[in-house]
């Protein structure tokens, strides 16, 4: 680890930083931007390769912020004390410890998945908005499910919001991406039943047996799923809509049969 | 109604529409914007005043979109025609199908909502994010809640962001604003049996008996419920956290137990 002061904001390391705002950026190099000491935090329990840390000086900070502090000191390759206009540069968003890591992230594909008996897994198809997949990671994690597939994504997995959304989380469930198409295989490879959200399905959620291995499957927001998951093995179920509008928000979905899941298996 | 075009951005109505994206505006005047057909046609439905309507001139729109231009020719009190450019200018997000109205909202105190027998009533403290407001409005729809309560909200109820996030259902569902005291009286003044969410409660949401007069009680992300929910006539309740994070998304928590109180009482 060096440790540098840095007070420009047209430092090298900085201005590579700002860049990993831009998703080509991102995927081009394997790095992203992670903000604030809770997310930071989560990145640094599961061991992730932290490349860089930014500190900004003389930032009040909580106890945990500083623990995290701390911990990038020891576990990151560099680690700079930056001024404030450089960490007001390098911040993701508002809401900031003033700490930001850059880290490398890890995809992994569905066979890198190790599931236990029963799994529960949750498949997002053609997610678009990286707020909604992190809201998604987060219900998942609360939800104790054992992996996150994103089928056929319209945005990269590690977007700094989808990291923000997700509190970190992100760094903790197995999150995968595959076609919806190879998704299908690989669950039924593993006799994992697809449990699919859909409007006009006759079976209500909370009346299937979601005890076994299943993946609850939410489509996106402007389509709901593709012909994909018409296929006679997946199970359609519907979530009563009682007002106005026709659907809930993709990860609120999600979080209500993942909790019904949690029920039915207590 | 008076129908002109107008092709300049400083055009005064065009600024009084601008001027409401500051809460200070909304507050004073009473009235707020409302972008993109699906909110506004869920105004329009719920004979809510429309002041002024702007329609982006040559802008492509759905079937659904164009009927509801249609409706605000009769409904809105002015209406123009305008430019691409002015279009633009007024319109709240990047989502838009270049129509943007002007309408007079309605705050509830709490006696102005009328509840049916075995109400289900959603209660949100201390919100702050508007986003969270109008995705708990978006779920309470959903779930045929019969009202939504802010209490004590950190967050002007019609910002525009928690419209777009209700998807305009914040139109439909009663929604009033409160002191959390007020509302706690309230609620028992009507015998509706408050459940409250947290962290170290001993019982699990799902054993509780939803089927009766209940609200749900939600607190804020950054602090939780204040002591005025640990009365001894509030029940509290836990959502099992089996992951790292403790806590779920506050419009998470509430559609988990809405549909909790949905499925039991189906």
């Known amino acids: 680890m060096t440790e540098v002061a840095i007070t420009s ?4 390391r900085v201005k590579a930083a700002v860049r990993l705002r831009a998703r080509r950026e991102r995927e081009t190099t394997g790095l992203t931007v992670v903000d604030g000491a809770r997310e930071i935090g989560r990145a640094l329990d599961t061991g992730i390769e932290i490349v860089d840390a930014f500190v900004g000086d003389g930032v009040a900070r909580s106890a945990d912020a500083e623990d995290v502090v701390r911990r990038l000191r020891t576990a990151s390759r560099s680690f700079a004390v ?3 206009a450089v960490i007001a540069k390098v911040a993701f968003g508002d809401r900031t410890d003033g700490i930001v890591a850059v880290v490398r992230f890890a995809t ?7 599931l236990p008996p029963d799994p529960l897994v949750v498949v997002a198809e ?3 908005k990286p707020g909604n997949l992190g809201a998604i990671l987060r219900s998942a994690d609360g939800a104790g499910a054992d992996a996150v597939i994103a089928a056929d994504p319209l945005t990269d997995l590690f977007n700094p919001n989808a990291i923000r959304a997700s509190l970190g989380t992100i760094f903790r ?8 198409a190879a998704t299908l295989d690989w669950l039924e490879a593993r006799a994992i039943v697809p449990i699919a959200t859909r409007l006009d ?5 909370s009346d299937v047996d979601l005890r076994g291995p299943v993946a609850i499957v939410v489509g996106s927001e402007a389509d709901g799923l593709t012909g994909v998951w018409t296929a006679p ?5 519907r979530i009563p809509m009682l007002g106005a509008a026709d659907s809930l928000n993709v990860s609120v979905a999600a979080a209500v049969l993942l909790y019904e899941a ?3 298996r207590e």
Chains 1, 2 share one sequence.
Do not use: C, F, K, M
Request: proline share 11%; aromatic share 2%.
């Open 9 to 12: 904001a047209t430092n090298p």
């Open 262 to 264: 949690v029920r039915q």
């Open 173 to 180: 469930v197995p999150l995968a991406s595959a076609s919806g």
């Open 108 to 114: 992994r594909a569905l066979d890198d998945l190790v």
């Open 233 to 237: 093995r997946v199970i359609p179920v």
């Open 82 to 84: 930056v001024s404030e």
């Open 126 to 128: 053609s997610v678009e």
């Open 201 to 205: 399905a006759p079976t209500l959620y």
